[in-house]
């Protein structure tokens, strides 16, 4: 396995160019007009997420926007997924 | 580098692709049945597909040296109407003993519901029946860890499954452990947008480990890459991986799995 210093040479300008588009992301919501949903706030808990000081960050983050209802419906009330629970 | 693509969904691919394949190692690949990008209107549009799949497809590898494997199902997505589905399910015995055929796949679910569950279960029996093995597809993104516990608990139902027979697909950082410590092989999809990164995908087996785990790009029609498997073990070499930890990975593992059904050979 490498070293922390060998995969921050490996990988540190990757991870940081995703860091400045999830900025950037956040700052053209800011900019756009109207109003967003509920997936902002899954969105805000998986960013705390990442500040946490835990081993397991991207089970948690899946977490968040996972679906944690029981129940089991008959049929699929819609098709497809949007990435966050959302109805 | 020679590889197994354990999962594709080639009918949605160019020609091209089975070239690129081809020049980057794939000696095999296997093609579950899906949902094609739209739902068919008919059990004939299956019957069709199946033909596609066991006639076609097989030929089409061929003119590039690789293998072509199959596995026959009604995807969950198109399963919701389960007298539709149960229309298609009656066309697999014509299907089932020709030679590149694997086993019953991809079932599981789509999005949750007790008709996908039904007909996943009737399935699952089909492969009981015929002694073959089970390619299990869960969903994608918010509804992908209820349903593989779904998937998991119905499966502890059948006390005659040999779950070293059963892989559950699309495995992620929160549902790879239930998975792997149920006695259960697990997939890895490498996925531009959802799904797992190649980098992803290596730190679930530094996590989980290398036994009862493959990987594959299960390209098809949507946003997809036919060589995210030889990518990802380029990933691998970065990482300090030897050729052998990655032929285990992507040669040896699923050979061990894919060797289960009587008709896998190399
Ligand atoms: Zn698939």
Not at chain 1, 77 to 85: D, W
Not at chain 2, 11 to 34: H, M, N, Q, W
Not at chain 2, 204 to 231: F, Q, Y
Request: charge should be negative; charged fraction near 30%; include cysteine.
């Amino acid at each position: 396995m490498l070293s922390k210093k060998e995969l921050l040479n490996l990988q540190f300008i990757d991870a940081r160019a995703r860091v400045i588009d999830l900025a950037a992301f956040l700052d053209r919501l800011e900019r756009h007009e109207g109003v967003g949903d509920i997936r902002l706030e899954y969105f805000a808990k998986a960013l705390q997420v990442l500040q946490e000081n835990r081993p397991d960050r991207a089970k948690a983050v899946l977490e968040v926007f996972s679906d944690m209802t029981p129940e089991i419906s008959e049929t699929a009330p819609f098709q497809g997924a949007t990435g966050a629970p959302v109805s | 580098m020679r590889y197994i693509e354990p999962h594709a969904h080639m009918v949605s691919r160019t020609t091209d692709d089975y070239e690129k394949l081809a020049i980057a190692g794939c000696e095999a690949l296997c093609e579950p049945a899906f949902w094609a990008g739209f739902d068919r209107s008919s059990a004939d549009g299956f019957h069709d597909y199946f033909r596609q799949l066991t006639e076609y497809e097989p030929k089409r590898a061929a003119r590039f040296g690789i293998k072509h494997f199959c596995w026959l199902c009604i995807n969950p997505k198109e399963a919701d109407d389960p007298g539709f589905a149960r229309e298609v399910m009656a066309l697999i015995p014509d299907f089932i003993e020709r030679e590149n055929v694997l086993g019953i796949g991809e079932i599981g679910l789509n999005k949750n519901t007790r008709s996908e569950l039904k007909i996943f279960e009737e399935h699952v029996q089909i492969a009981l029946d015929y002694d073959l093995p089970v390619l299990i597809h869960t969903p994608h993104l918010e509804d992908k860890l209820k349903g593989t516990k779904l998937i998991i608990d119905s499966l502890a139902s059948f006390s005659k499954l040999d779950r070293s027979k059963v892989i559950i697909d699309h495995v992620e950082e929160h549902t790879a452990g239930m998975v792997l410590d149920a006695g259960f092989w697990a997939g890895m999809t490498l996925y531009p947008e959802s799904k797992c990164t190649p980098n992803r995908a290596i730190d679930i087996l530094e996590i989980h480990g290398t036994e009862r785990i493959w990987m594959n790009s299960a390209c098809d029609w949507g946003v997809s890459d036919p060589m995210a498997v030889p990518k990802c073990a380029l990933e691998m070499r970065r990482r300090k991986y030897t050729e052998s930890q990655i032929a285990k990975i992507v040669y040896d593992n699923p050979l061990e799995f894919l060797r289960q059904s009587p008709r896998f050979d190399l």
